[in-house]
Nanobody
Framework: QVQPVESGGGLVQAGGSLRLSCAPSGRNFRNYKMGWFRQAPGKEREFVSAISGSGGSTYYADSVKGRFTISRDNAKNTVYLQMNSLKPEDTAVYYC???????????????????WGQGTQVTVSS
C-alpha cells in the first residue's frame, strides 16, 4: 500500500513552466504504475499522464502531449510531471495516483488507480 503526496503546484503565467512531484509513502514504489490526473472547477477529473513501474513506458492525454513530461526516480521514490508551455486551461487541481495491478497496460481511467493523493493546485494566469 502507498499514499501519494503531491507538491510543486502554484501560480504561473501562461507560457511558463512548473514541475510537480509525487512522493508516495509505503514500500515497493517501483511495483506501482503511477498516474497524474487533474480536475478543473465544475469539470470531471481527467487523465493527464501515466508511467510504468520501471519508467520505460509513458502515456499522455492528447491535450498535454508535447508539453508535459512524466518521469520517475525509483531510488528517490518520486514521480514527476514537468509542465511546459502552460495554458490557462491547464488550471486545475492535479492528483497523483498509484496503480498496483499486474500487467503493462497504463490506465487512463480513474478506476484503474487504487491510491490517490490530496492534490495540488496549479493556476495559470493569462
Amino acid at each position: 500500500q502507498v499514499q501519494p503526496v503531491e507538491s510543486g503546484g502554484g501560480l504561473v503565467q501562461a507560457g511558463g513552466s512548473l514541475r510537480l512531484s509525487c512522493a508516495p509513502s509505503g514500500r515497493n514504489f517501483r511495483n506501482y504504475k503511477m498516474g497524474w490526473f487533474r480536475q478543473a472547477p465544475g469539470k470531471e477529473r481527467e487523465f493527464v499522464s501515466a508511467i510504468s513501474g520501471s519508467g520505460g513506458s509513458t502515456y499522455y492525454a492528447d491535450s498535454v502531449k508535447g508539453r508535459f513530461t512524466i518521469s520517475r526516480d525509483n531510488a528517490k521514490n518520486t514521480v514527476y510531471l514537468q509542465m511546459n508551455s502552460l495554458k490557462p486551461e491547464d488550471t486545475a487541481v492535479y492528483y497523483c495516483a498509484a496503480d498496483g495491478s499486474f500487467g503493462s497496460r497504463l490506465g487512463d481511467q480513474r478506476y484503474a488507480y487504487d491510491y490517490w493523493g490530496q492534490g495540488t493546485q496549479v493556476t495559470v494566469s493569462s
